[in-house]
């Protein structure tokens, strides 16, 4: 008589690899040693990769999934301490924080004292604090950056030496001294051409002295003595004597003008000069010859604007002009520009 196989009634509770029970009854003859179980509970280990080594506050690294599936990598963001610094960052469980470039701000000491201030994963050096140091060859102090290197030509004080001609230098102390073009003024024992007592720079003063022969006009160009001549305005002239070309040709009067206009009201203003109100004068006389109406009122009054500043210019540029003429030119020249400057003021 054969004998049937009977099913054992008894659970299997087999220990795992994955350390869960086997949830089978006995199955001696199916599958002994679990080589094709699929484990279906609910798998309690980390996830992939993942760093947190703390027993508790863990539920958020633990593997969601089932037993018998493959873990996903652990992303939860934690703050993680780095090895080659001293700052920390938060980064996915699973990354090592000492293979990113860390961006804080470096908190070494460096040798000189400051702290660094380049980013943390940048090497330290080139210190730019600004302190305040000593120039080696002068000993003046300036501030500069920490890491710079300093010399002579970096300082911007003004200049102490005594240069060889005996007066200080108005150079700067990088600079180095020029007694030949010292502009220090001297008092020159001679009389100017004009009559006056001048004063003359070191550089023009020593080469009168060497022997070397001077312009003339260098020296009615140092007169700085008062004009003092009468104008056709009444005022007294406010500039000196080389300004006003030793009395040939006098800049234009700034005093104010307190005279009566045309309308009967004073002129005088704070911003009204008296050679300008003066020319006004002339060009109202002139208008009032002409027949009278709006158009001819409205042209003398513009005439009278751009004749000042006509004036004004071509005194300038004659001035100019005469500067560059040789001396034995100038006096045909004065008297050209003293005629032309009244034509001017007789149009204006």
């Not at 023009?204 to 001077?214: C, E, F, N, P």
């Not at 160009?221 to 006098?250: D, F, I, N, S, V």
Request: aromatic content about 2%.
């Amino acid at each position: 008589m054969a004998m049937e196989f009977v099913a054992c009634p008894e659970a299997c509770k087999a220990r795992l690899a994955c350390g869960h029970a086997c949830t089978r009854t006995c199955h001696v003859k199916s599958d002994p040693d679990h080589e094709m179980y699929t484990c279906e509970k609910p798998c309690r280990k980390l996830k992939k990769d993942c760093s947190f080594t703390a027993e508790e506050n863990n539920e958020d690294h633990l593997c969601k999934k089932k037993c018998y599936e493959t873990c996903d990598v652990c992303k939860v963001e934690v703050m993680k301490k780095r090895q080659n610094c001293i700052h920390s960052q938060k980064v996915p469980c699973h990354v090592d924080v000492n293979t990113i470039l860390c961006r804080k701000n470096c908190a070494r000491l460096l040798p000189c004292n400051h702290h660094c201030k380049k980013k943390c994963h940048e090497p330290c050096g080139d210190c730019v604090m600004l302190v305040v140091k000593k120039i080696p060859d002068c000993n003046h102090k300036v501030k500069v950056p920490c890491n710079k290197f300093l010399d002579s030509s970096m300082c911007k004080a003004e200049c102490q030496r005594v240069m060889s001609c005996g007066h200080p230098c108005q150079s700067l102390c990088g600079e180095p001294c020029d007694p030949e073009n010292c502009n220090h003024l001297m008092n020159y024992a001679d009389y100017s051409p004009c009559g006056h007592k001048i004063a003359l720079p070191c550089k023009i003063y020593q080469a009168i002295r060497s022997g070397d022969k001077v312009d003339l006009r260098v020296l009615l160009k140092h007169c700085k003595a008062a004009c003092k001549a009468r104008l056709e305005c009444g005022h007294e002239c406010a500039g000196t004597c080389a300004a006003c070309w030793q009395g040939r040709l006098h800049a234009p009067c700034q005093q104010r003008c307190d005279k009566l206009s045309i309308c009967g009201h004073v002129y005088g203003t704070h911003t009204t000069h008296c050679c300008t109100r003066a020319r006004a004068r002339r060009a109202g006389r002139a208008a009032r010859t002409r027949p009278a109406s709006s158009a001819a009122t409205s042209s003398a009054s513009a005439d009278t604007c751009t004749g000042r500043t006509l004036l004004t210019a071509a005194h300038e540029h004659v001035r100019g002009v005469l500067a560059g003429l040789p001396a034995r030119a100038l006096p045909a020249a004065l008297r050209q520009a003293q005629h032309l400057r009244t034509r001017m003021q007789g149009a204006v």
